[in-house]
Every structure is written in C-alpha cells, then in structure tokens.
C-alpha cells in the first residue's frame, strides 16, 4: 500500500550536502516524490510502501552529511500523487528565514585523498573543499547562502567545477567555494617589504623558510597565524620577543595524532576530539620527556594541540615537520589580522614574510579552544568550528533578543524561537580594533538570522563599553542582567534546565546587585530572579585594575586582612622582596580606603596566594598567577588534604583568613609550594561543597550548577564536581559554551527571556 509523507526539517541541512544526499536515499529505496531548500530548512515529500518509508526516516537521521544538523524534524501524511521518479527541485524562498549556516569545518578525508594524489587535478591545490567540508562563516556576506554572497564570488568557476556544482551524484554538488587551480583562489608570498617572492610552489618555498627559523605571517581561514618551527628554539623565543608575549603558551599544529602522542599523554577520547572536524586547540598534559624548547609553554604542563583543518597546514605538515607553533596574528588583547593590506601594515614588525591569498575573509574568526575534564570536551573559547551553530532551548524566546555580553572574552547573541546563535570569540573590548569587531559581529548575526532585536540584555556594570553601546540604541528597551546570574543562567540554558537551582559562581570581576565588586557567590533561584546565599567576605582591592595586573597587591590586602599589623613579622618573600617605599604607599591606600574599592572575587584569592607562596607576584598574561597557582599541584587531590578550616551551618560573608593564615605558616615552615597549593585547592573546594550543603537544607534544592572564569582551573573543577556528586548533588556544568564571559551572552538572552515571558 501507497503511502506519501511531507518531512520538514529545521537546522544545518542547507550548503552541507542535505539535497543530494536525500535524492540518494530516496533512489537506493526506490521512493519517489522531491527534496527542497526552503526559507525554513529543507522540505521532503516522498512516497512508497509504509516499510521503505520507515527505513527512509531512520536511515535519514543516522547517515546525513557530516556537517548536517538536524533541530526540527515535522512528518505528516499527505495525500498520494503517484510519481514516477525522484527529484531536487529548485530552492523556494518565502517569507521570514530561518536557515542556518554550518560552521567552517576542517578538510574531509575524501579532499585530503585527492590533495595528496597526482593524478588528481586538485593534487596539492591550497582550496579545495566539498559539501562535507571547507569555508562557510568566514567567507559568507548574507542569506541565502550562494555563491553570489560569498567571498568565492569573484571566482566564477570552469567548466568542469561548473559541471560538479550542478550533479547530484557529486560530492561538491552545490558547494558554493567549490574550485580548483584553474579557477579559484591561489597562495603568494611576499616579504616584509612587500616585494613578491618569485616562486613556482609557494607551500615549498614557505617550508624552507620555516626551515630556516623564519617566521610566516599565513593567511589562513578566520584570519592570520604567525608559524614558526617548534623544535628551532631560537626562532620560538625569538617569534615570543617579537610579539612581546613573555609567557603566555604557543599553540601547536602536529600531523597527526601519533605526533601528538610522543609530547602529551593522550586518551581515546582526547585523540577522538583532536581528529573531529571542528578541531579545537585540545589543551593536553605534556609529557615529563617532552624535548620541546621550554619557551612553547613556559610554566605549563599542558600544551595545546590541533591538527591541520587546511590544505595548506596539510601540506606543510607534509615535508617532515612534526609539528610547528600557529598562533594567532595580532598583539596582546587585538584582534586576530584578516586582511591582506592590515597584514602588511601591522604585522611587518613580527613576520619576515607573508604567505598570503586572494579570497577574502568576511568574517574574522579565532581557533576555539578545548579541553576534555570529567569525561566531557569542554570550550575555553568558542569560535572556529562550533560558530554559528545554535545553542537550543526548550522554552523558546517569544520575541528577538540580543545579548551583548560583558566587557571581557565578549561574546554576543541573538535569539530566535528557540536557537540562541552566539558569535565567535570577539575578546576584550579595550581598543577600538575589538569594538569595530564587536559591532560588525552584532551586524552579521542579525543579517544571518535576518531578524531585528525587540530587547537589548546587556551587563548591570555602567562602564562596560558593551553596556554603554547598548544604551547607545536608543529605541530598543534594555534589560539588565547582573552578571552571576547571567553565570548560573548560562549553565542552566546550556543544559536546557529551568529548575531553581544553587549557583556557585566564580570569577575575577562581576558588578553586585549592592554596587560592589563580586567574584566568589554562592546563588540560589532561577532564570528570573536569584539571592545571594553566601559569598567570600570582601577585601580591598588597592589601586583598583592595577591589583588585577600586579598580585603582589592582593597579596598584602589579604596578609593585612588576616594577620593586621602582625604581618610585618612574617618572614615571607612577598614581604621580604616588596620595595619598603611601593609596601609602604599600599599600606596607606587600604589604611585610609583610597582607590581600594571591595571585592569578593575569587580570582583575586586565587591572585594572592600565588603571591603569598611567591610563585606568581606579577603577570604577564589574564589570570597568569592562578594558572601558575594550578599547575604547581602536582599530586592528585585528596579529602585528607584539607586544611582544618570548617564551615557549619553558615550563609552570608565567609571568611577566608583562616586559610590564608594556614597558607602562610606551610610557607614559613618552608613545607614546598606544590603541598600547599594542593591543600588550598582541596580546602577551598570543602568550603564551596559545605556551603551547597547549608544552601540545600535551607532552599530544598539539590541542584548545583558551576560556572564562572575561575572553573577553567580543571585541578579545583573535577575534584569540587566529584565531591558535590557524591554529596548527592544534580551538578550542572559548561561544554557548549565557556565558563568563562565567553558564556555571559547565552546566560543574558536566558535571563530576558524569562523576565519578559
């Protein structure tokens, strides 16, 4: 019997090989009917036997396209038209969109096969791509997405990629970057006065380059890397001083997994996440015998890992380099490069030459950035690989909201129904080169989503410039959220749960509902409305920002704190290297309370007992005294660690000077850093779990969710998860989206939407 089903599907199911891999399925099942892109997704209507069209809906589901995502799937039963055949009908665009764009994915085996083989006539071409694999964001202008809205349209293609384009039954049917050397885009490299290098193969001339500790400035897919060879010390070192970045770690490209084994103890699933097609920088425990030059990742052990995503990465990666160091192009708190003419302008002073091409980038976007932790890949940055795709809701957002995030590791958002499309890794909004970026990307999601905003949620902090910017749109109603709350929001939407729940929030910099600065919050409520059932007793933070930059301030505030005038006795190197006339003036700052606002940040403890145990008083780079705090616990954490600091029964401000005094006397008993750090990440941990506890007798909720900058420190993370769990908590943690502000816009958009709903 004859049936005949209508299947609309909603998500990314256009430009990923959707069409042509429906007209397979439906032929292989001897089905008729049609397959279109419509201005909602795709629509089917196939007919045949009610067996066939059951394995035409599972096999639908399971086999789709890599790149493919389904989000909604409607089938109904319509009236029988007894076709003869099965066909791709021409796209139908009718009223509001919402289609979806895939993120740029890394090159698919079937394209790496024909790149490495010279019969093929693509062999070692820099662009080629399929439906499965290549550009997308980074080179789109606007919907629908055709070449004529790509960077790829000043390349009409040749015959022959003409001819793929337009089959079917070929794997680069309707991919809109498709080319080849006859017709695309090519590489160029030019030195660092912009004079061209005569060249036949510009990938065998930029290896001997990097062979010869030369530093490349390589146009790439969302922007600029500055490459070098990993094992040529001098040009790492060399490649550092030039970019001023003393410390902070390189990245790393290595062939393939293998490679990566010989520097990093690798498991199954961290080898699994490197070899996805999104191909995040995975951050990695380096191996003790690890004979990398010590400059890669100076004071780390980890190193961040990615596999090659390009043709030309690949083709580097070919001539016997086992790895190299790929880093952003740009200096500290910029922009990464996409241009060309900008590359030549600001980068000339870090690169001796340019590896440049002529297919633009339309969209600037970062590598993400990844770890795995409690059994689960975890974003630290979320941009190249995982943007545009949604992040989806159950209780879709009634009206279009935009979100604009915070002030640092912006991000920004724009929902529609239930997709929340966040944008890439925008960074800190500091310069105008980031709040050039900031706005274009706030332009292009609305051009994708071909919506305009109802509301504006932004940050409660007045002097956030991406506050003030909202205020700046005069006739769009603002709702401001406080910023933990957009923290515990964030968590929750990403795990699509609205039940009340007790939010430990830990971070560096948060503006309180009281008008102070907040960082170490324990919450309780829902996506609406939250209290504040306990936080980390506040403490000066003297000279305000600079105490941020330099952690020996936070240091002294907290031995003033916990030990008053006591603290000149103790013989500490903080107090023994400080200079008398710098300690002095301090001192005066928080006696008399000038320019020492209060904080209960987190990061701020974290900052002072790194200073205290004298293992980080300045930075260089974000939060460089608490990584270093971390990675000088070198054994695993213990319940029996734990300094005897108790919490019973308690809410309200908790005080720390208890711990920071059992920090001091294990320094001054010379007990080694790495015991003490261990036994401080252990005691704050008990603290945080003892004070779940008392929230859940007092509320009734078993619900914990975790979120905040200070929860990129996996050392306090697994062990505080594991310990809530076997407390018999409900833990909700971050994986689609960062911890850190990176998460902040998905948090705001939860947050307005169920104020106004």
């Known amino acids: 019997m004859q049936k005949r089903q209508q299947i609309r599907i909603d998500g990314i199911v256009q430009g990923v090989g959707f069409r042509p891999f429906v007209f397979r399925l439906a032929k292989s099942l001897q089905l008729t009917g049609s397959v279109l892109n419509s201005n909602t997704g795709v629509l089917i209507e196939v007919e045949g036997s009610i067996d066939d069209l059951s394995k035409f809906q599972s096999r639908l589901r399971q086999e789709m396209p890599p790149l493919a995502q389904i989000i909604d799937f409607h089938s109904s039963e319509i009236a029988v038209k007894n076709d003869d055949r099965f066909i791709i009908m021409q796209s139908e665009h009718k009223g509001e969109s919402s289609v979806l764009i895939s993120p740029d994915m890394s090159l698919c085996e079937d394209c790496l096969n024909e790149l490495l083989s010279p019969a093929d006539r693509r062999f070692q071409y820099p662009f080629l791509n399929c439906t499965n694999c290549g550009p997308r964001f980074t080179i789109i202008a606007g919907i629908p997405y055709d070449r004529p809205k790509t960077s790829m349209h000043v390349f009409p293609m040749c015959e022959k990629c003409t001819s793929e384009y337009h089959d079917p039954a070929d794997r680069r049917f309707h991919a809109q970057p498709n080319a080849c050397p006859d017709c695309g885009p090519h590489l160029k490299i030019y030195d660092r006065e912009k004079r061209q290098v005569n060249t036949e193969n510009p990938v065998k001339h930029a290896i001997t380059l990097l062979r010869s500790g030369r530093i490349l400035a390589i146009r790439g897919l969302g922007g600029f890397h500055l490459v070098v060879d990993a094992k040529n010390e001098k040009a790492v070192e060399e490649l550092r001083l030039r970019k001023n970045r003393a410390e902070k770690p390189f990245a790393l490209m290595a062939a393939n997994t293998d490679v990566v084994d010989k520097y990093c103890k690798i498991t199954h699933r961290e080898r699994e996440a490197l070899q996805q097609q999104t191909r995040p920088i995975l951050l990695l425990p380096a191996r003790p015998s690890s004979n990398l030059p010590k400059s890669i990742a100076p004071k780390s052990k980890y190193y961040g890992f990615m596999l090659p995503y390009l043709p030309i990465q690949h083709l580097l990666l070919q001539e016997d380099f086992e790895l190299l160091v790929m880093t952003s192009a740009n200096f500290s708190d910029e922009p990464i490069v996409i241009g060309n003419e900008q590359a030549f302008e600001q980068l000339r002073t870090l690169a001796d030459y340019f590896v440049i091409h002529d297919r633009e980038i339309l969209q600037r976007c970062d590598d993400s950035i990844a770890i795995i932790s409690a059994g689960q890949q975890r974003l630290l940055r979320r941009a190249r690989g995982y943007v545009p795709a949604p992040i989806i809701i159950k209780n879709e957002t009634s009206t279009p909201i935009l979100a604009v995030g915070g002030e640092l590791k912006n991000t920004v958002a724009l929902s529609k129904g239930k997709k929340i499309m966040l944008s890439q890794h925008i960074g800190d909004l500091d310069n105008p080169e980031a709040m050039n970026f900031f706005k274009s990307s706030i332009k292009h999601l609305q051009t994708l989503l071909e919506i ?289 502000d990176g998460g902040i816009s998905l948090g705001q958009i939860a947050v307005a939407n169920a104020k106004l709903s």
């Open 452 to 740: 305009e905003p109802q509301y504006i949620a932004c940050d409660m902090h007045p002097e956030y410039l991406s506050t003030k910017w909202a205020y700046e749109q005069f006739l769009i109603p603002k709702i401001e959220v406080q910023h933990h709350h957009a923290h515990m929001a964030s968590v929750m939407a990403e795990n699509d749960n609205t039940r009340k729940t007790i939010g430990i929030i830990l971070d560096g910099t948060g503006y309180g509902m009281d008008h102070t600065i907040w960082g170490g919050e324990i919450i309780i409520g829902d996506l609406k409305e939250v209290s504040r059932f306990a936080w980390f007793e506040p403490v000066p933070l003297p000279g305000g920002n600079a105490a941020i930059k330099e952690p020996w301030r936070m240091a002294i505030s907290y031995l003033r704190h916990s030990f008053g005038d006591a603290m000149h006795k103790l013989t500490l190197p903080i107090l023994r290297d400080t200079k008398p006339n710098d300690l002095q003036l301090l001192l005066q700052m928080l006696e008399k309370k000038v320019n020492s606002p209060l904080t209960s940040s987190c990061g701020r403890l974290f900052d002072a007992v790194s200073a205290i145990l004298d293992i980080c008083p300045k930075i260089t780079y974000e939060a460089q005294a608490a990584i270093e705090l971390e990675m000088s616990v070198k054994t695993a954490l213990q319940r029996n660690l734990a300094y005897p600091v108790k919490i019973d029964n308690y809410s309200g401000a908790v005080s720390f000077v208890p711990l920071i005094r059992e920090v001091v006397n294990d320094k001054i008993q010379n007990v080694p850093n790495e015991q003490i750090a261990a036994r401080f990440h252990v005691t704050l941990a008990e603290i945080l779990v003892s004070l779940a506890i008392n929230a859940r007798k007092e509320a009734g909720i078993s619900q914990v969710g975790l979120s905040g900058g200070v929860f990129q420190n996996f050392t306090l993370f697994n062990y505080l998860n594991e310990r809530l769990r076997g407390e018999g908590f409900h833990v909700l943690t971050h994986s689609k989206v960062p911890p850190n």
